[in-house]
């Protein structure tokens, strides 16, 4: 047997390295062509890549490439509850003659929207109107003075990203999993327009129920509340929500932009788990605080659409129920965009909404309005239903 001479290793290493960079080149040809992260505005071609998949990577990069292309006159700010709710093509944008795009992350803090405004006025995009979620949640625990650190440059394309998006196995797998998302049902994916529709839920529904996200979801937050300090600012001085949502406003009314603060809806489980752990004042104390800061800028209103009304006691099925669908609601914290499109229409004033659905809070009726949403509330304590024994069981096992 003859060993093979230095001059055939030499053409079998040569054409193994060909080899090697030509799959290589078609793996990032095939990546860039299906672009699962919409980051590189390759054609959406449907039946291929028309349907973009919900990725849990480079999203602040998937967003602010999207941003930048739209540059959209009106802006939907805050965390998942906006992201899921507040649909970008709602009408009541057309009518005022906008288009616009949801920034919205999940987890997503004041200091993230602060950081985005920056973003887009760097390159003259800040939205003529914004919608901007804020959540209780953020401020809870609050109990020290902590300076709002400084804003980062935007997510650029760099050789990192190429890496991991481009030239990998992890980036085939996205580009594959886009393919495959055209022919599926109930996929998790993300519009151009920054929307999660979270179509993916139906399926979850469809397999556990609904009672089984809420229960999740109430055990999550009785944790967690738990947790937390009873504060939502410092002694002295302000928190980091503070001041980055002090910064948003400033930021807005400084361009001249058109500002709505959004308290979310909640379902009544949540209000009542909070009220169970002691935390209902210091819900009504922080609707307070958001009024007093809107009040300090022209040009902002606040909209409350957490008060007790017939929305968000929408009844929670029972366990091993698949086939009930609720109209409003994912799980407590999560509403849907049947509802977050009722939000959308009573805070752009569109013609028509219904005006029993949220409540424009304001220094003169803050007080009154909480009295009412108070008194609810109470009502609802007072009152034995399957809804108050449910949390009663919730936060009785947390004891």
Not at 58 to 77: E, K, N, S, Y
Not at 313 to 332: C, K, S, V, Y
Request: glycine share 8%; proline share 7%.
């Amino acid at each position: 047997m003859t060993s093979p001479t230095p001059l055939s290793w030499a053409s079998y290493l040569r054409w193994m390295l060909t080899t090697l960079a030509i799959c290589v080149a078609l793996v990032g040809a095939i990546n860039v062509f299906v672009d699962p992260l919409g980051i590189f505005g390759s054609p959406r071609i449907p039946g291929i890549n028309a349907t973009k998949p919900y990725l849990d990577h480079h999203r602040d990069l998937t967003r602010w490439q999207a941003a930048r292309r739209v540059c959209a006159g009106a802006g939907i700010f805050g965390n998942s509850r906006a992201e899921i709710g507040f649909d970008p093509r709602h009408p009541a944008f057309a009518a005022a003659g906008l288009s616009a795009f949801n920034y919205a992350l999940p987890s997503a803090p004041a200091s993230t929207i602060d950081r985005q405004l920056k973003w887009l006025a760097s390159i003259g995009c800040t939205p003529k109107l914004a919608i901007v979620g804020v959540e209780f949640n953020d401020f809870l625990g609050t109990t020290k003075a902590v300076p709002l650190p400084p804003v980062d440059a935007p997510p650029q394309i760099d050789g990192k990203v190429l890496a991991e998006t481009v030239f990998s196995l992890t980036g085939l797998q996205d580009s594959l999993k886009t393919l495959a998302l055209q022919r599926a049902r109930y996929g998790a994916t993300l519009t151009e327009l920054g929307f999660n529709p979270l179509d993916n839920y139906i399926a979850e529904v469809n397999n556990s129920g609904h009672y089984v996200l809420f229960r999740q979801r109430a055990e999550q937050n009785a944790r967690a509340w738990r947790r937390m300090e009873p504060a939502i600012q410092p002694a002295s001085g302000l928190s980091i929500d503070q001041q980055a949502l002090e910064a948003v406003l400033a930021g807005l009314e400084a361009a001249g932009s058109t500002t709505r603060l959004v308290i979310y809806p909640y379902h009544a489980e949540i209000r009542l788990i909070q009220a169970r752990l002691g935390l209902a004042g210091l819900f009504d104390d922080w609707r307070r605080m958001i009024v007093a800061m809107a009040a300090r800028h022209p040009g902002v209103e606040v909209w409350d659409f957490s008060g007790i009304g017939p929305e968000v006691l929408e009844a929670i099925p029972a366990p091993g129920d698949r086939q009930t669908h609720l109209r409003n609601f994912w799980e407590a914290g999560h509403f849907k965009r049947e509802l977050g499109d009722r939000v959308v229409a009573r805070a752009m004033g569109e013609a028509g909404a219904d005006s029993a659905f949220g409540l424009r809070l304001t220094p003169d009726n803050i007080d009154r309005a909480l009295a009412d949403d108070s008194r609810k509330l109470q009502a609802l304590l007072a009152t034995p239903s399957p809804l108050l024994a449910e949390v009663d069981d919730v936060v009785g096992k947390r004891r």
